[in-house]
């Protein structure tokens, strides 16, 4: 049959659960799938698989992100390719999906952000045309 590449829906749960363990997030299940109906709900967010043979194979999570700082831009949150899955291309589809997915928003550019430490992911993005634009650090606070 070969790889399907579709927008993600809430019975894909439980195999995205475990595709965001893969950068090291670890969520159960039950609340992947509330946060999942909450972005398929939101028109500014899109969420896009790849399915092999009825497995999921990888996903990316984009969104349009405005700032006050800047022009509204398509933002790519998530992207993770099952590690039996890689060095097959659909990475490339999956970016490829999300892009398209940001043109026809009339969106004039898309950022990603990578931790520094996976620079095999940094090398990938740049050879697919990205350029590094800058380098920052992040903050957090639990409240």
Do not use: N
């Amino acid at each position: 049959m070969g790889i399907v590449f579709r927008g993600a829906r809430p019975a894909d749960a439980a195999a995205l659960a475990g595709l965001v363990e893969e950068l090291g997030y670890p969520t159960a299940p039950q609340v992947l799938e509330q946060r999942l109906q909450q972005l398929l709900a939101d028109l500014d967010q899109a969420v896009f698989v790849a399915e092999e043979d009825g497995e999921l194979q990888g996903w990316i999570h984009v969104q349009e992100f405005r700032s006050l700082a800047s022009e509204p831009c398509g933002l790519v949150t998530g992207l993770v390719v099952a590690p039996a899955a890689r060095r097959r291309g659909l990475g490339r589809e999956l970016l490829a999906a999300a892009e398209d997915w940001v043109r026809a928003r009339g969106l004039a550019s898309i950022r990603l952000r990578s931790r520094v430490a996976r620079a095999g992911a940094h090398a990938f993005y740049q050879r697919l045309g990205y350029e590094i634009a800058k380098e920052q650090l992040q903050f957090r606070k639990s409240l």
